[in-house]
């Protein structure tokens, strides 16, 4: 005997949609073959619908970061990883078919969750390393995400879900995102992009000098949230403390990540608080402390400093090739290596430092 399988996960989501659409139909896709049979695509659906207020635009939901149909997870309280992913992308007029690019660009997040477990929270950013529509001229190279501005959170039967919309950033405005908080800068500059709608087209909003304004005051009041920073370019060479060979240990950093951690020194040991840098082996933390100093073991690293050894290690990191030490703190160096950017097929396209 078989047993009746539900949906109602997938139909909390159409009602939610309703309820802003009323009767328009939207431009559905679906997967061929399932991702638990092997298909290549996690997400079951995605739903585009024609959008004209604040001004023209397409607005995706998935359907499949929930539990759509039965509950399956032992969470009562979340259904499925919690959220669904939402896009507002600016529509023109002569547009009928939302752009392939974005369908894949919502799918390729849901291999990042599925393959990961990692999940979205409003606040998160992710670098893109690249144009987030590739082959395109866009500036926006990164990934915020935020509350969908139309969508609360709702119950359904299989348990809560958060409606968290993807909102394309320019490198510039991630660095600031980084060194003062995503909702911070997202947040002034919602005048000049309403509802977050992301615009390929679109210049920094950190040019616009009231919303530059006001992100430098708030990295100043604030500092910065981001107590972790993956550095896929961190290593570690244990210097020798001998009487014919005496070498300071060395600290290498990418010089895509430097600027942005001179950024972050200051956003967090300048307000008391650590910064986490983890790299593919080695975990390197940053603390404030009265009197600078290091130490190290299997995989990890320790560097205190005080206002003067981080005022003088952000004044030195910056993206080009060096290496040099901080007066203030001894028996350590620090190095600056190129990083090589690269397309999905593995070329180079990019040298920073």
């Known amino acids: 005997m ?41 997400l079951d659906g995605i739903s585009a619908y024609k959008a004209e207020t604040p001004e023209p635009h397409w607005h995706f939901v998935t359907y499949g970061f929930s539990e759509l149909y039965d509950k399956e997870s032992d969470n009562a309280e979340e259904s499925g990883f919690g959220f669904e992913l939402t896009f507002r992308l ?48 866009t500036l926006l190279t ?15 039967p299989n348990g809560r ?32 992009m309403p509802y977050y709608i992301t615009d390929l087209e679109r210049d920094s909003l950190l040019r616009i000098p009231a919303v530059s304004e006001a992100v430098h005051r708030g990295m100043e009041q604030d500092g910065s ?7 896929s370019q961190l290593g570690w060479e244990q210097g020798k403390n001998g009487w014919l060979n ?10 895509k990540q430097a600027e942005v951690i001179a950024k ?31 130490s190290s073991g299997e995989g ?17 990191l910056i993206p080009k090739e060096s290496k040099f030490k901080v007066p203030s703190l001894q028996g350590v160096a620090f190095q600056i290596v190129k990083t090589n950017i690269t397309d999905t097929e593995g070329n180079v396209v990019k040298v920073i430092g």
């Open 2 to 42: 078989s047993e009746e399988v539900t949906s109602s996960g997938w139909d909390a989501i159409d009602r939610e949609m309703s309820r802003i659409y009323g009767d328009q139909e939207p431009k559905h896709y679906g997967t061929i073959i399932s991702y638990a049979l092997g298909g290549p695509d996690p």
């Open 161 to 192: 879900v958060e409606f968290l919309q993807m909102v394309g950033m320019t490198g510039d405005e991630l660095e600031a995102t980084q060194a003062w908080n995503t909702l911070g800068v997202l947040s002034t500059g919602l005048p000049y």
């Open 246 to 255: 005496k070498t300071p240990s060395t600290l290498r950093l990418g010089a």
């Open 225 to 231: 949230s981001t107590g972790f920073l993956f550095v």
């Open 142 to 156: 990164a990934l915020a995400f935020v509350e969908d501005p139309e969508l609360p959170a709702i119950d359904t």
């Open 90 to 137: 600016a529509r023109k007029e002569e547009e009928e078919e939302p752009p392939a690019w974005a369908l894949n660009l919502l799918q390729n997040m849901g291999r990042y969750v599925f393959n990961s477990g990692n999940v979205f929270r409003a606040g998160d950013h992710l670098d893109a390393n690249g144009p987030i529509c590739l082959g395109s001229d």
């Open 300 to 316: 990890e690293v320790r560097i205190v400093l005080d206002e003067r050894a981080a005022a003088e290690l952000s004044e030195r």
């Open 264 to 294: 972050l020194l200051r956003g967090r040991i300048l307000k008391g608080n650590r910064l986490l840098l983890v790299g593919p082996d080695l975990r390197v933390t940053l603390e404030p402390g009265e009197k600078p100093g290091w």
